[in-house]
């Protein structure tokens, strides 16, 4: 089994900053990708940044220039700081991992239990 441990959510107000963390732990033999989900109120869940195992980037047009993803992977922790947060940030954060298990065992996709982020005055 594997569980991802996320913490960092909080109140904040516009403009401010927070920083989430979600550390991956259990059977892992190699993650392949980590990275950060938001789910607002009555809409979908979508990706906010994700980071593959060569170290690219990829973020959400929402998030770029304003959030950073970054990786510890001795840790097998993945960090996204947030800047400059608004209003419209507002949701329950999820990590994400996707990740082998074993050497030749396929692909899994985990889920944190999310970590709720308000921005408000």
């Known amino acids: 089994q594997v569980q991802l441990l996320e913490s960092g959510g909080g109140l904040v107000q516009p403009g401010g900053s927070l920083r989430l963390s979600c550390a991956a732990s259990?059977?892992?033999?190699?993650?392949?990708?980590m990275g950060w989900y938001r789910q607002a109120p009555g809409k979908q869940r979508e990706l906010v940044a994700i980071?593959?195992?060569?170290?690219?980037?990829n973020y959400a047009d929402s998030a770029k220039g304003r959030f950073t993803i970054s990786r510890d992977n001795a840790k097998n922790t993945v960090y996204l700081q947030m800047n400059a947060l608004k209003p419209e940030d507002t949701a329950v954060y999820y990590c994400?991992?996707?990740?082998?298990?074993?050497?030749?065992?396929?692909?899994?996709?985990?889920w944190g239990q999310g970590t709720q982020v308000t921005v408000a005055s």
């Open positions: 259990g059977n892992i033999f190699r993650i392949s990708a």
């Open positions: 980071m593959p195992s060569d170290g690219n980037t």
């Open positions: 994400n991992a996707v990740l082998r298990g074993s050497l030749g065992s396929r692909l899994n996709t985990y």
